[in-house]
């Protein structure tokens, strides 16, 4: 069975930092895409960023570009995605989800999801 935990959300003022964590279990990890989405409050989900780790594939939405990073622990299973120079618009569920498929495409179906973390970025 495919297990994702998100965890590291919580409450950060504007120009913050904050680090996501998801925990995967029940897959190959290195050669499986694995990948955060948001969803803001009225708003569409979209993807944030995803990795595969075994061929450094990385794949960011460009409205996150150079402001989050998106990396990977092979050892322990666990992606991560580290969030700097917060906007209240950022405020949102983040996801992380997983494909076997060893490919970063947001036209991919992502099959397995994990439970939301909430982050919050007051201004």
């Known amino acids: 069975e495919v297990q994702l935990q998100a965890s590291g959300g919580g409450l950060v003022q504007a120009g913050g930092s904050l680090r996501l964590s998801c925990a995967v279990s029940?897959?190959?990890?290195?050669?499986?895409?694995i990948a955060w989405f948001r969803q803001a409050p009225g708003k569409e989900r979209e993807g944030v960023a995803c990795?595969?780790?075994?061929?450094?594939?990385?794949v960011y939405s460009d409205s996150m570009k150079g402001r989050f990073t998106i990396a990977s622990d092979n050892a322990k299973n666990t992606v991560y995605l580290q969030m700097n120079s917060l906007k209240s618009e950022d405020t949102a569920v983040y996801y992380c989800a997983a494909d076997r498929t060893p490919l970063c495409s947001w036209h991919v179906k992502f099959d397995h999801w994990g439970q939301g973390t909430l982050v919050t970025v007051s201004s």
């Open positions: 990795i595969v780790s075994d061929n450094d594939d990385t």
């Open positions: 029940g897959l190959t990890f290195g050669n499986s895409a």
